[in-house]
């Protein structure tokens, strides 16, 4: 059984545990904003998401509290599903590929869930500005947390603006404008989302195929001894 299952399990827990270990020592050692540069092109940079994936929001408190319900409908999905492609004899590497996005979709629902509950700061929602408000200062663990569960910002931290500049005057809507590319902050999470279903897209063809599990060989001494079998029956 573990054999089956090895594949998607392994997977998971590794990525998870890759992404909580960064998420939680980043938010126990760093105020919100930048961490540190590693080169010209990579940027540390300690945001809270309290939306989707790579710094999309989502519709305030309630936008917050429904997106929290969906991902973990989704999370529940997702392992169903898995357990209906090992059942099926799916391709490995379609498997590890939905097990990857199945991870970052955990990693970034554990933050929601949990981290409102086990921080004394985060980032929260304010309805009189209709708006998340940051804190000051670092977060430590509490028994207390900052605020109910299904209510926590997910952490993000790594900033990647490969070209910085500026728009060309003549260029439409844009004109003059700054640019920047890579401007999304994400984290491990999102890193697992997206080369799963990259992957998938570029070996769906291959993922299409299952895989046939080899028939055992047939020996020359069982072949005798069926013929054998069939002439007695004959006779």
């Known amino acids: 059984m573990f054999q089956k299952i090895k594949i998607p399990l392994l997977t998971i827990l590794i990525v998870l545990f890759i992404d909580q270990f960064i998420k ?9 904003g930048e961490v540190g540069r590693v080169g010209n092109w990579c940027v540390l940079h300690f945001t809270e998401n309290p939306g989707m994936a790579w710094g999309l929001e989502f519709g305030g408190s309630f936008g917050k509290l429904s997106l929290s319900v969906l991902r973990i409908l ?22 590890f590929c939905v097990s990857l996005i199945l991870a970052g979709a955990m990693g970034n629902i554990l933050d929601s869930i949990f981290y409102g509950l086990i921080f004394d700061k985060g980032t929260i929602f304010d309805p009189q500005f209709q708006a998340y408000i940051p804190y000051d200062g670092i977060a430590s663990f509490s028994s207390t947390g900052y605020t109910s569960t299904m209510y926590g910002c997910v952490v993000d931290m790594f900033y990647f603006p490969l070209i910085e500049g500026h728009f060309p005057d003549w260029f439409p809507v844009w004109g003059g404008e700054e640019f920047i590319f890579f401007r999304p902050i994400f984290n491990i999470a999102d890193v697992s989302i997206s080369t799963g279903v990259i992957l998938i897209i570029i070996f769906q063809k291959r993922f299409a195929k299952k895989e046939i599990e080899p028939m055992p060989e047939t020996t020359n001494e069982s072949v005798k001894n069926t013929d054998i079998n069939l002439n007695t029956k004959a006779d």
């Open 74 to 95: 989704a999370c529940i999905g997702g392992v169903f599903y898995i357990r209906h492609m090992i059942k099926k004899g799916e391709h490995k590497g379609f498997i």
């Open 24 to 32: 939680i020592y980043i938010k126990l050692n760093y105020p919100l």
